[in-house]
């Protein structure tokens, strides 16, 4: 079983331009969550799903946006890329039975520069 | 405000017992997760606690105290492989996970 796949692995994007940064779950999880991490901040939520076809804002929501067509992709979007944007990606998956509780299942991540 | 405070860092010695602490102030609370991250790559599932107490699993325990916004993770015969980053993440009164900026936990021969 694959779990959670993500694409790019890595990218070098210049400012101003649009990225979709793809994720895919195989195991039918019904949420889905969307972080970045930054050194000596830790884990910050941007997007959430609780289930195809809804999505929810996290902590820092703001330059992206996210579609849940179906369980198994939530891709992530950045319209006009900024420098402060330059982070590592990671992808999250959970059942959804327990509501948050859930363990959260992560793709290895992307690693984004935007210069 | 949402809060939660890890050591930055922490050493220890191969074969040692270490003891990483997490401090929380949350506005509601509905779990305490620990993580494992090794470098470049994807944070694992350690433990969750939702009630008081002290859980183990193999060398590594997680204790818990919701009256005192306090847990730790302890980790018994070290070995080098655990070596990474320890995160700790409360589940906050809307469901959503709250991450601490995580332990680097450098173990040494």
């Known amino acids: 079983t694959a779990g959670i796949t993500q694409a790019p692995t890595s990218q070098i994007l210049a400012a101003g331009r649009s990225m979709t940064l793809r994720c895919t779950q195989d195991?039918?999880?019904?949420?889905m969550y969307w972080y970045r991490q930054d050194l000596g901040l830790g884990l910050r939520l941007i997007h959430y799903?609780?289930?195809?076809?809804?999505?929810g804002k996290g902590e820092v929501p703001d330059g992206y946006s996210v579609s849940r067509a179906n369980t198994d992709d939530f891709p992530l979007t950045l319209a006009s890329a900024v420098p402060s944007q330059t982070s590592v990606y990671f992808c999250?998956?959970?059942?959804?039975?327990?509501?948050?509780?859930?363990?959260?299942?992560f793709g290895p991540g992307t690693r984004l520069t935007v210069l | 405000g949402q809060n939660i405070d890890q050591p930055t860092e922490m050493t220890a010695t191969e074969g040692a017992i270490v003891q990483i602490n997490c401090t929380y102030q949350?506005?509601?609370?509905?779990?305490l997760f620990w993580y494992q991250q090794h470098a470049g790559e994807a944070p694992t599932f350690l433990s969750y606690?939702?009630l008081d107490g002290l859980e183990e699993k193999g060398r590594f325990s997680s204790f818990l105290s919701r009256s005192k916004g306090y847990s730790y993770l302890l980790l018994k015969e070290l070995q080098m492989k655990d070596s990474a980053s320890y995160l700790c993440?409360?589940?906050?009164?809307?469901?959503?996970?709250?991450w601490g900026a995580g332990t680097k936990l450098i173990i040494k021969p």
């Open positions: 799903s609780n289930t195809a076809g809804t999505t």
């Open positions: 999250a998956s959970s059942d959804g039975a327990s509501g948050g509780t859930d363990t959260q299942y």
């Open positions: 195991m039918r999880h019904n949420a």
């Open positions: 949350t506005s509601g609370f509905n779990g």
């Open positions: 993440g409360t589940v906050d009164s809307n469901y959503q996970l709250i």
């Open positions: 606690n939702v």
